[in-house]
């Protein structure tokens, strides 16, 4: 299975035990927003016995004999013909670390297939530097920010000491410094699987060019809101920002009042450079500095204290055939 290969015979196919609730797990190098799956069946027997199966998605391993937590993508009555090829969409696109089929079949059964591609797409957060208003018992090596951008989804956190943490404290923050000012479509939060669903209370994500401060309310504009609590633990939280905004920083902070606490299982921040810059500006006192990147600018630098020049410069990186 995975190997693009349909045996013509019983063998070099996946086949679980005879039992209730047998399942096939697969965990994603990095968190996944599936669309659905399409699922291959034995072309030599047993295409009846693929009934009353699911398919989950989310960020609960599975466990033998439990049924699994997860959010269902699609519930597959069956039964199929041998070696028929058949896709199932997600009534809705998840997003997480495992997908689980597993059959909700209340008697003995084996689960058997020969070839399953999942359909969806990686998420995978662009670059920076994480950073948090505090860290929990003052312990970095086990509460540091950097937790959260590590493509980990940690199934006990009281065994596995490796997760975002904050203190409790008045408006506690997360803070992702991008390598450069990015335009941010979308911020997807990842839960505790294994506690603290009670905590998640006014989260509020902003980006923009402002830092976070320790004790203060973010001034960035926002890009989205949940007022929590949350259902359950593990749960993936949505943050779409209504308009793409634009900024060299991400911030996550609690507003709600009094003393709390922060902490998260992952973050995946979904963003892209608008523009592929062959010019770049920064203002000077008095002065307005233009640097050209590409080679095909043919210039080092231009220097020009009124707006005119610029535009001139401008147009000569354009002339030069290079975008802004």
Not at 184 to 209: A, C, E, F, M, Q
Request: charged letters at 15%.
């Amino acid at each position: 299975m995975f190997d693009n290969y349909v045996p013509p015979s019983e063998h070099h196919h996946f086949i679980s035990q005879l039992a209730p609730k047998q399942w096939l797990q697969v965990e994603f190098y990095f968190i996944k927003r599936v669309t659905g799956v399409t699922i291959t069946t034995r072309t030599d027997c047993c295409g009846f016995r693929f009934i009353d199966t699911g398919v989950y998605v989310g960020n609960f391993a599975a466990i033998v004999d439990v049924a699994t937590p997860n959010p269902i993508c699609r519930l597959i009555p069956g039964p199929f013909a041998d070696g028929s090829v058949t896709t199932h969409h997600c009534n809705t696109p998840l997003v997480g670390k495992y997908l689980v089929i597993q059959s909700y079949y209340h008697t003995e059964n084996h689960l058997e297939l020969a070839e399953l591609v999942v359909h969806g797409e990686t998420l995978s957060s662009v670059g920076g530097t994480a950073t948090s208003s505090s860290i929990y018992l003052n312990d970095p090596a086990k509460y540091h920010a950097k937790f959260a951008i590590d493509g980990l989804v940690i199934q006990d956190a009281n065994a596995v000491f490796k997760h975002f943490h904050t203190q409790w404290e008045t408006l506690p923050w997360f803070q992702l410094e991008l390598d450069y000012p990015m335009e941010v479509s979308k911020v997807t939060i990842i839960l505790r699987v294994d506690y603290g669903d009670y905590r998640t209370l006014h989260y509020v994500v902003h980006v923009g060019n402002q830092p976070a401060v320790i004790g203060q309310s973010s001034t960035n504009p926002r890009c989205g809101w949940f007022q929590g609590p949350a259902a359950s633990n593990g749960l993936t939280l949505e943050f779409p920002c209504a308009a793409p905004l634009t900024g060299k920083y991400v911030i996550v902070q609690m507003k709600d009042p009094g003393l709390q606490l922060l902490e998260f299982n992952e973050i995946i921040v979904e963003a892209i450079r608008k523009c592929k810059f062959c010019c770049q500006f920064s203002l000077c006192p008095g002065i307005i500095i233009v640097i050209f990147f590409s080679w095909m600018c043919r210039v080092s630098f231009w220097m020009a204290n009124e707006a005119g020049k610029v535009l001139q410069a401008v147009s000569r990186c354009r002339w030069a055939g290079s975008s802004i």
